[in-house]
C-alpha cells in the first residue's frame, strides 16, 4: 500500500532534549516536505527536499533540521525544542519537484514540548 | 507568508445543499490544488487545476480558477454529512523555488 509513515503520532518532551520524528515513503516520490499546523494558520512549510542530499528552508525553518540522506527517508530533527515548537506536524511527499502533482500525507505527529 | 486564504473560515450547511469555498493567492501560480483533512488527521489530495485551466470536475466537487483575480473557488455539489471536514487550497508559487504553500482553511459543517 502507497504510504507516508510518520513516527511517532504523540510525543511530549521537556523542552531542550533533542527529538527527532521520522517520515518513511515507500512510492519513489522525489519531493519530501514538512509542515506544522497551528490553529488558525493552516499548514505552515518548514522545509523540503527535491531529492537525496538536497534540501531547502521553507516558510518557518528556525529550530528544526531535516536530512535527505535516502530517497524514502526525510526525518525532522528539534536540536533543542521549545514550547512554541507545540503543534501538529505533517510529512508530505509527492512525485515529482516542482508541483503538478498530488501530495501525499502521513497521519500526523503531535508533539507537546514543555 | 501565507499565499492561500480562504473564506469563509468556517461554513455551516444542511445536507443536501451546496458548499463553495474560495481560495485567494498573492502572487502566479503554476498549479492550484485543494486537500481535505478530517479533524486532526493528514490531508488528503482532491484535485489539481492548473494555471492553463480556467475549471475542472471530480464528482460532486468543481474547481474554478481564475488567474487575473488570483483565486480559485471549490463547489461541493449535493453535499452530505460525510462531507463534514476543513478543505484547504495550496499553491506552488511561480517563483523559481519549490515552496508549496497552504491557505487557513475552511471548515465545511454538513447538518444530517
Known amino acids: 500500500e502507497a504510504q507516508v509513515t510518520q513516527n511517532p503520532r504523540y510525543l511530549i518532551t521537556v523542552t531542550g532534549k533533542k527529538l527527532t520524528v521520522t517520515c518513511s515513503q515507500n512510492?519513489?516520490?522525489?519531493?519530501m516536505s514538512w509542515y506544522r499546523q497551528d490553529p488558525g494558520l493552516g499548514l505552515r512549510q518548514i522545509y523540503y527536499?527535491?531529492?537525496?542530499?538536497?534540501?531547502d528552508k521553507g516558510d518557518v525553518p528556525e529550530g528544526y533540521k531535516v536530512s535527505r540522506k535516502e530517497k524514502r527517508n526525510f526525518p525532522l530533527i528539534l536540536e533543542s525544542p521549545s514550547p512554541n515548537q507545540t503543534s501538529l506536524y505533517f510529512c508530505?511527499?509527492?512525485?515529482?519537484?516542482?508541483?503538478?502533482?498530488?501530495?501525499?500525507f502521513g497521519q500526523g505527529t503531535r508533539l507537546t514540548v514543555v | 507568508s501565507q499565499q492561500g486564504e480562504e473564506d469563509p473560515q468556517a461554513l455551516s450547511i444542511q445536507e443536501g445543499e451546496n458548499a463553495t469555498m474560495n481560495c485567494s493567492y498573492k502572487?502566479?501560480?503554476?498549479?492550484l490544488q485543494w486537500y481535505r483533512q478530517n479533524s486532526g488527521r493528514g490531508l488528503v489530495h482532491l484535485i489539481l487545476?492548473?494555471?492553463?485551466?480556467r475549471e475542472k470536475h471530480s464528482g460532486r466537487l468543481r474547481v474554478t480558477l481564475d488567474t487575473s483575480k488570483k483565486s480559485s473557488s471549490l463547489l461541493i455539489t449535493a453535499s452530505r454529512a460525510a462531507d463534514t471536514a476543513s478543505y484547504f487550497c495550496?499553491?506552488?508559487?511561480?517563483?523559481?523555488?519549490?515552496?508549496?504553500?497552504f491557505g487557513a482553511g475552511t471548515r465545511l459543517f454538513v447538518k444530517a
Open positions: 495550496a499553491t506552488d508559487p511561480d517563483t523559481g523555488g519549490f515552496k508549496t504553500i
Open positions: 502572487t502566479s501560480i503554476n498549479n
Open positions: 508530505a511527499s509527492s512525485l515529482r519537484v516542482g508541483g503538478g502533482t498530488e501530495a501525499f
Open positions: 487545476i492548473r494555471s492553463n485551466e
Open positions: 527536499s527535491m531529492n537525496v542530499e538536497v534540501t
Open positions: 512510492m519513489n516520490h522525489e519531493y
